[in-house]
């Protein structure tokens, strides 16, 4: 069959391409400056911890499973490092606790997933209320972080300036972009990545095939622990304190940003890079209806449900075309 | 103290008979648990057992709001259940809880002179509006997922998450983004009101249970059900209407969505799209666990939902009455969840039964 020459493994990710060019000419011809370079900054530096955390989203989707903790544990690891901080513990210390704490969480989810084969959907559930619990047990209302040091020069000093109008790449949004290089190079180049797809495509055929399956499936839930840790020091940086209510449901935003960014929440098939075109269409779809100014904020989340209808029907659209082929 | 003697009796006989019969095994774990929080309260803090009467004639006490709370995760558990067994899973419904809230809030403020039809009481007639409207919205949401599942095949998680992430939204569309608040003494009655001393919630959770119940296991829609779940292309190879049923059950799981929605707005009497049945999906598929019923369909047991609910409560309000931050309920809500699904996990009960085996080994060595 050589007369594609588009592969239609890549329909999906061309059409969240196209979703988000097509949100971003809606906007430019309708608002001035919203092609500016200080929205589209602005627009990665309100996602960025929600981009931090889909790549951990992303990973656990394409390896078949599904991870619910991830909003819990921005929330945990927000009111862990604030806690800390008040007590006067040195902030990069507590944000290195905090990672450890969160990368360790993901790999006990991991083993009970992976060992014991308990549905991926029960284990993070529990997890996402442990989580959620232990935040409270820290702390019942919000903690501001003021004046703190480190967090002052993190802000202050390690940011790269941008054009020549005072715009500035922050921290967080580097941190992001970063890892978004290692996490594409991670998924495309590596044994362990590729791993991660045989496992979400065909599990039994991976065991066959000799691949380490429960290792992998540990692995992507310890990454997956380890990425929503570091969003939520990304989000404690966001916001200078940590509250146990943060991030409410955000595992559901960061699993839409998968689906938009042409992932199968069935597992193995996606980009690692989509879900950052996922995330830029969410966040898009928000700034829009900010400019838009009459329009009110709950649109954002029925455009997001039909968004997700679309992309859900597409891939079932192609994985009945390819089927077919096969056939 | 002779209340929570004979209760705890009971249920250890109940446990007992449920280990010896084969219909009932898989009630044991849960009863199990049930029976030993009951007995630590028994122990540690008699006063729950305390179950005084008011003079209007209701009962109160932390078991009879036990019953009383557990009774929307049970609504929802008795649909999931059923979802479940045929393979499926609904996450939806506590968005769509929601929306059948804010219908029926919306409807119950509209001006009563809009109600006055064929010379009823406007009253009456609004109430009556307002939970048909709130039913069916759930009952249409249901479909939806029905269509999407079992109609276009989508894999069930990802075709309710469309309407878990779009449904806040539209419960705000009916809204208007605001939190309708109501005063009927009506449909306030739904989610505060009494009948026979007992709470009118729980009577609504039991009907329905025991509709559901012999609806399904004395037709034979349930063995329907299950065989769809063990095998869908075989079931529709031996002649059953295998998508017309799997469509049910998302209709049934959105009623009792609707229902459970009613209870909760018509509670604290107001409509509020953003924290109505917020994570009450995650408690009603927990329920149907720990009752025994698997994620990969095939079986179901709607009275270890029950049980399920009732356990969930029970911890709940445990904590609540050892004054426990509600807030912090999360953690020994997670901590049963992974023990439960250990318990029921095979990897997990051979390596124990090896463990215990080789320990007995080693005794008969020395």
């Known amino acids: 069959m050589k007369r594609l020459r588009f592969p239609v493994r890549y329909v999906p990710f061309a059409a969240t391409v196209a979703v988000f060019l097509l949100v971003y000419a809606l906007g430019i011809c309708n608002f001035r400056n919203f092609g500016s370079l200080r929205v589209f900054l602005g627009l990665l530096h309100d996602n960025a911890y929600l981009g931090i955390a889909a790549i951990g989203a992303e990973m656990v989707i394409l390896s078949g499973g599904i991870d619910l903790s991830v909003g819990a544990v921005i929330a945990f690891t927000g009111v862990l490092i604030a806690k800390l901080a008040g007590c006067g513990v040195n902030a990069g210390a507590a944000m290195a606790l905090a990672l450890a704490a969160g990368t360790l969480f993901g790999a006990l989810q991991g083993v009970l997933i992976a060992r014991y084969r308990l549905p991926p959907f029960l284990v993070t559930l529990g997890g996402m209320f442990f989580a959620r619990g232990s935040s409270y047990m820290i702390s019942e209302e919000a903690i501001g972080i003021l004046n703190n040091p480190v967090i002052m020069v993190i802000e202050d000093r390690l940011q790269i300036a941008v054009g020549n109008r005072g715009l500035t790449l922050e921290f967080i949004d580097m941190l992001y972009l970063a890892l978004l290089v290692i996490a594409v190079v991670f998924m495309q180049k590596t044994t362990a990545g590729r791993r991660v797809y045989a496992v979400g495509e065909n599990e039994q055929a991976a065991t066959l095939m000799g691949i380490p399956v429960a290792r992998t499936k540990v692995m992507v839930y310890t990454l997956a622990g380890f990425c929503s840790a570091l969003a939520g020091i990304a989000f404690t940086i966001y916001l200078k304190s940590g509250n146990p209510l943060n991030c409410i449901g955000l595992e559901m935003d960061a699993i839409a940003a998968a689906v938009i960014g042409g992932t199968l929440l069935t597992g193995g098939v996606g980009y690692m890079i989509g879900s950052f075109f996922g995330v830029l269409v969410l966040g898009l779809i928000q700034v829009l209806i900010m400019f838009q100014g009459n329009i009110n904020s709950w649109w954002t989340r029925i455009i997001v449900g039909a968004l997700v209808l679309v992309f859900i029907f597409m891939q079932n659209l192609i994985t009945q075309l390819s089927n077919r082929r096969r056939i | ?366």
Not at chain 2, 80 to 98: E, F, H, P, R
Not at chain 2, 170 to 181: K, S
């Open chain 2, 1 to 366: 103290m002779l209340i929570g003697g004979f209760i705890i009796a009971v249920l250890a006989g109940l446990v007992f008979l449920c280990g010896k019969s084969s219909h009932g095994r898989h009630l044991r774990w849960p009863l199990t648990a049930l029976t030993l929080l009951l007995l630590i309260n028994l122990i540690f803090k008699p006063g729950f057992f305390t179950v005084e009467m008011t003079s209007d004639g209701y009962l109160y006490g932390s078991l009879i709001d036990i019953l009383n709370h557990s009774s929307k995760t049970a609504i929802l558990a008795i649909g999931m259940t059923l979802v479940m067994a045929t393979g499926g899973i609904d996450i939806s419904v506590g968005s769509v809880m929601a929306i059948s809230g804010a219908m029926a809030a919306t409807v119950i403020v509209m001006p009563k002179e809009r109600f006055a039809l064929w010379g009823l009481d406007p009253a009456a007639v609004a109430f009556g509006a307002a939970v048909l409207c709130g039913l069916l919205v759930a009952v249409a949401a249901g479909a939806w997922n029905g269509f999407l599942t079992s109609g276009c095949g989508i894999q069930p998680m990802v075709a309710t998450l469309v309407l878990m992430v779009a449904g806040r939204g539209i419960a705000q569309l009916i809204t208007d983004g605001t939190i309708i608040t109501f005063d009927d003494p009506l449909l306030s009655f739904i989610g505060n009101g009494h009948l026979l001393t007992l709470p009118f919630t729980t009577w609504i959770a039991w009907t329905l249970f025991a509709i559901v119940a012999l609806l399904t296991r004395k037709t034979a829609l349930g063995l329907f059900v299950e065989s769809i779940g063990n095998n869908e292309t075989a079931s529709r190879y031996a002649g059953i209407e295998a998508r017309g049923i799997k469509w049910l059950t998302y209709i049934i799981n959105g009623f009792c969505a609707g229902v459970a929605g009613l209870i909760v707005s018509s509670n604290i009497k107001c409509a509020d799209a953003n924290h109505a049945g917020l994570y009450l999906e995650l408690d009603a598929i927990l329920a149907t666990v720990i009752g025994g019923t698997s994620m990969s369909g095939g079986r179901f047991y709607l009275s270890g939902s029950m049980a399920g609910a009732l356990l969930i409560q029970t911890v709940a309000t445990m904590m609540y009455a050892n004054d426990v931050n509600p807030a912090v309920i999360a953690v020994p809500k997670a901590l049963v969840v992974i023990v439960v699904c250990l318990l029921q996990s095979d990897v997990f009960r051979q390596k124990l039964s090896r463990r215990f085996h080789r320990g007995a080994a080693q005794e008969v060595d020395a």
